[in-house]
């Protein structure tokens, strides 16, 4: 069977059993989640093992951004699906007298992930969990770089779901392109705001709903008065995890140009504290591949041939892995201010004040999320009234992700859409307004044609309603 052919069947298998799907209950979606945390756990030495084939990732940073999470995640739902799958009541008012109002959480019925490279295990297993929680049938398109990652997927799906459930669909463009011709209800997308922009294009000839989830330039803001070892010591850490290959990273900082030599200093204490040496660390990942690896040299090369200083690093080996990097008196036209780093280079923009640090942040694309260190609330409210973002995290980089209870997304072309915990169960699903009339009362009154009497009634309500003013 030709991909093509491939996926049409897989797509009508799911069609015909969406309103079946739709219709288990949160005992039998919560078994199939405990089944497949059981067999994640049971294979955790092979999910390992595909990272580090693709990524060259360590053991220990698989187990924390890749494994723990999906099993957080699946924890939390265990806890809370069954309430939320029940309908939720609303308040009346005068003029429904006589009906019940409730909310249905229901599925949205085919859906269709397309996940990314960076975190390969965590950023498709999570949304396609989620969407089956929701009581959805999916199609998986995980990404063509990670074969080795997408070959344990696919075992775990299959021995946790059926096909009309779950399925994988593995390629590369063209099976994206074939995807995207089937008129799926909802579309969660994962990766840049470029194929982002393609995906809700192609989603809009089917009317589907899409949740994209992007990137962006996340900025870095220390507040003068902020204990500079702690904030480095921090930054370096968000920065470099997964060599700097997350959509949250910090990706540029801003700070008063008085702090600027400390700072680059105690960057690089903390670099070699956690990494004595980079090329052969086993701690330390790779670069997922040569292109990305060759936009990455180019855009630090570019920067430094026109005119940015590099202050730390700049090291580029053959197996894969860069030197952490810092570079700067950058500028805004040099491409590496242009476009998401996505990987182990921070440029440091010294800025007068936290008004120039606002003004540069607005002048751009809203991040992902914006990230200010100070214990100084003034400034901390200023900044977050005075900015957009998907996120904004506080003296902490990349924690804001993990938790089940946050809603993680993008603000613009940083995304569409909110997921992680109780708000992806929404994101997923069709929230239907429910009215039922329970015995005959007023409506009738509302029948033309209009009588002295049905205006006089109307009146009332309107001045009833006036009285709230």
């Known amino acids: 069977m030709n991909l093509e052919d491939q996926i049409s069947s897989v797509f009508d298998l799911q069609k015909k059993h969406k309103l079946i799907q739709k219709n288990t209950d949160a005992t039998y979606r919560i078994q199939k989640l405990k089944l497949f945390k059981k067999n994640m756990i049971d294979h955790r030495i092979e999910i390992e093992q595909a990272l580090q084939s693709d ?22 739902y265990q806890k809370k699906l069954k309430s939320w799958m029940k309908p939720k009541k609303v308040r009346g008012g005068i003029a429904f007298i006589g009906t019940k109002k409730y909310i249905s959480y229901e599925a949205k019925g085919n859906c269709l992930v397309i996940s990314p490279w960076n975190y390969p295990f965590q950023l498709a297993v999570y949304p396609v969990l989620t969407a089956f929680a929701a009581g959805n049938t999916i199609i998986l398109k995980p990404s063509e770089f990670t074969p080795a990652t997408n070959r344990i997927i696919k075992k775990l799906f299959e021995l946790t779901f059926e096909p009309r459930e779950v399925t994988v669909i593995e390629g590369a463009v063209e099976a994206s392109s074939l995807l995207l011709e089937k008129p799926f209800d909802h579309i969660f997308f994962t990766g840049s705001t470029p194929v982002g922009k393609i995906i809700m294009e192609k989603a809009s000839k089917h009317l589907a709903s899409v949740a994209l989830e992007l990137g962006g330039k996340s900025p870095v803001i220390i507040d003068p008065n902020y ?10 850490w968000g920065k470099l995890v997964n060599s700097g290959q997350t959509c949250v990273a910090p990706d540029y900082v801003m700070l008063e140009e008085r702090q600027k030599e400390k700072f680059i200093k105690l960057c690089k204490d903390s670099i070699k504290e956690f990494y004595p040496t980079i090329e052969n660390n086993s701690d330390y990942a790779a670069i997922i591949n040569q292109k990305n690896f060759d936009r990455l040299k180019g855009l630090t090369q570019e920067a430094i041939s026109s005119g940015a200083k590099l202050e730390v690093g700049g090291n580029f080996f053959e ?34 004040s936290y008004k ?43 924690l804001h992700v993990a938790s089940p209870t946050l809603p993680f997304g993008g603000a613009g072309k940083s995304g569409i859409g909110r997921y992680h915990g109780h708000y992806g169960f929404e994101e997923m699903s069709n929230i239907r307004a429910v009215l039922h009339r329970k015995f005959e009362a007023g409506t009738k009154f509302l029948y033309p044609p209009y009588k002295e009497g049905t205006k006089s009634i109307i009146k009332k309500i309107i001045d009833k309603f006036n009285s709230f003013l």
Request: glycine share 6%.
């Open 227 to 236: 204990d500079l070892a702690k904030a480095a010591k921090n930054i370096v």
């Open 55 to 76: 990524f060259k990732k360590a053991d220990l940073e698989t187990d924390l951004t890749e494994i723990l999470p999906v099993i957080s995640m699946i924890n939390h």
């Open 356 to 398: 120039e640090m606002k003004k540069y942040i607005n002048q751009n694309d809203n991040p992902l999320v914006t990230y200010v260190y100070s214990f100084d609330e003034g400034f901390i409210q200023n900044i977050r009234s005075g900015t957009h973002s998907g996120g904004f995290s506080i003296n902490e980089s990349l």
């Open 319 to 352: 197996n894969g892995k860069i030197e952490p990097t810092i570079l700067t008196d950058l500028s805004d036209d040099m491409q590496i201010m242009q476009e998401e780093i996505f990987g182990p280079i921070l440029p440091v923009l010294t800025k007068k």
